[in-house]
């Protein structure tokens, strides 16, 4: 059975004669009763009632005719659709993200998206670093908005794009003052309405607080990164409360629990009873960037080569201080001489 086949089915039904039929497909008549008897006999059901005088559809052949227009119809369309899906206009696009995207350049990704190429179905997903470049590698995402990790490795076959560094920020319930100022008026250190920082304090102010952090197995590079930055002035993180989500380590800092380093975008969740705090000295920054599966000669689908190039021009605007977002690949440079780097899975 083939679409011809089909056709014929189609304009014989709706002219029920065969001559006239035979007319309207520009063949004769023998050999389109030849090709009917053939789809019947395919098929194993009879589709028409002929006589010498009139032909009729059965009542299979009655149901069956519109999905045969169906079916003729879409195959008509697939040409354009084709077209489309090459353009990256129609599609899926599979994105997994860090909880930490969704209150800093996720949504303005999204937006200029979504505005680009509307009829594209995002297929949303939050999940930590580790997860993402497991999904990443086994086909079961296209993207992912990840943390990079301190050591720039990836696993073979991923690409990396940076979009955005930021620092860290002090989370700390809205009543909380450093050792030396506790005792001065509570409005001090009051959260600014724009969620913004609103006071600055050095690690040693802190350092002995009660911490709730991401668990290493699940964020190594974030937890790194913190646990670093207390060694550094050699303090050790008295860790209080272990969560891997951002809006439950910010509502354990609202109940009083500890206080938190979080990324700065994290001022846009504003909590009732947290305050964020800028660090003093040298802060330590995060960077969030965007990992996808090379997919060998053939490349990123017309839908994630868009979405890569909406992130490119985004990263400059999102990051501070501007500068043009570079790719980068897993492994050496083509041209160098350098050992792999070892792998090492980021978290968050």
Same mark, same amino acid.
């Given at each position: 059975?083939?679409?011809?086949?089909?056709?014929?089915?189609?304009?014989?039904?709706?002219?029920?004669?065969?001559?006239?039929?035979?007319?309207?497909?520009?063949?004769?008549?023998?050999?389109?009763?030849?090709?009917?008897?053939?789809?019947?006999?395919?098929?194993?059901?009879?589709?028409?009632?002929?006589? /010498?005088?009139?032909?009729?559809?059965? !009542?299979? &052949?009655?149901?069956? %005719? *519109?999905? #045969? +227009?169906?079916? $003729?119809?879409? =195959?008509?369309?697939?040409?354009?659709?084709?077209?489309?899906?090459?353009?990256?206009?129609?599609?899926?696009?599979?994105?997994?993200?860090?909880?930490?995207?969704?209150?800093?350049?996720?949504?303005?990704?999204?937006?200029?998206?979504?505005?680009?190429?509307?009829?594209?179905?995002?297929?949303?997903?939050?999940?930590?670093?580790?997860?993402?470049?497991?999904?990443?590698?086994?086909?079961?995402?296209?993207?992912?908005?990840?943390? /990079?990790?301190?050591?720039?490795?990836? !696993?073979? &076959?991923?690409?990396? %794009? *940076?979009? #955005? +560094?930021?620092? $860290?920020?002090? =989370?700390?319930?809205?009543?909380?003052?450093?050792?030396?100022?506790?005792?001065?008026?509570?409005?001090?250190?009051?959260?600014?309405?724009?969620?913004?920082?609103?006071?600055?304090?050095?690690?040693?102010?802190?350092?002995?607080?009660?911490?709730?952090?991401?668990?290493?197995?699940?964020?190594?590079?974030?937890?790194?990164?913190?646990?670093?930055?207390?060694?550094?002035?050699?303090?050790?993180?008295?860790?209080?409360?272990?969560?891997?989500?951002?809006?439950?380590?910010?509502?354990?800092?609202?109940?009083?629990?500890?206080?938190?380093?979080?990324?700065?975008?994290?001022?846009?969740?504003?909590?009732?009873?947290?305050?964020?705090?800028?660090?003093?000295?040298?802060?330590?920054?995060?960077?969030?960037?965007?990992?996808?599966?090379?997919?060998?000669?053939?490349?990123?689908?017309?839908?994630?080569?868009?979405?890569?190039?909406?992130?490119?021009?985004?990263?400059?605007?999102?990051?501070?201080?501007?500068?043009?977002?570079?790719?980068?690949?897993?492994?050496?440079?083509?041209?160098?001489?350098?050992?792999?780097?070892?792998?090492?899975?980021?978290?968050?």
């Amino acid at each position: 059975m083939d679409l011809r086949q089909l056709r014929y089915f189609v304009t014989v039904a709706e002219e029920l004669h065969f001559g006239r039929a035979a007319a309207r497909l520009a063949m004769t008549q023998p050999p389109l009763s030849q090709q009917i008897q053939a789809l019947e006999e395919e098929i194993g059901v009879q589709l028409f009632v002929r006589t /010498r005088r009139s032909v009729a559809l059965t !009542p299979a &052949g009655q149901q069956w %005719l *519109p999905e #045969v +227009r169906r079916v $003729l119809a879409d =195959a008509a369309g697939l040409p354009a659709l084709a077209q489309r899906l090459a353009r990256g206009e129609v599609g899926t696009l599979s994105l997994a993200f860090v909880s930490t995207a969704d209150y800093g350049i996720l949504p303005d990704l999204l937006r200029r998206f979504r505005a680009r190429h509307p009829e594209v179905q995002l297929q949303l997903r939050e999940a930590t670093s580790d997860i993402q470049l497991d999904a990443l590698a086994e086909g079961q995402i296209d993207a992912g908005l990840v943390i /990079r990790p301190q050591m720039p490795a990836l !696993p073979h &076959g991923l690409s990396y %794009l *940076p979009l #955005v +560094r930021e620092p $860290l920020v002090l =989370a700390v319930p809205q009543d909380w003052r450093p050792p030396g100022r506790r005792g001065q008026a509570a409005q001090a250190d009051a959260a600014r309405p724009d969620g913004a920082p609103s006071g600055a304090v050095a690690l040693a102010d802190f350092a002995h607080e009660p911490l709730i952090l991401f668990p290493r197995r699940s964020a190594p590079a974030f937890h790194d990164i913190i646990t670093s930055y207390y060694a550094r002035d050699g303090f050790a993180p008295v860790i209080a409360q272990e969560a891997i989500q951002m809006q439950t380590i910010v509502s354990l800092v609202s109940a009083g629990i500890g206080v938190a380093l979080v990324p700065a975008s994290l001022c846009n969740l504003r909590r009732t009873g947290v305050s964020y705090l800028a660090l003093r000295g040298a802060v330590p920054q995060i960077e969030t960037g965007l990992a996808w599966r090379d997919n060998g000669a053939a490349g990123p689908s017309p839908v994630l080569r868009s979405f890569i190039e909406i992130a490119s021009a985004l990263a400059p605007a999102a990051r501070p201080g501007g500068g043009t977002a570079k790719r980068r690949t897993a492994g050496p440079a083509s041209n160098s001489k350098a050992k792999p780097e070892p792998k090492q899975k980021p978290g968050l």
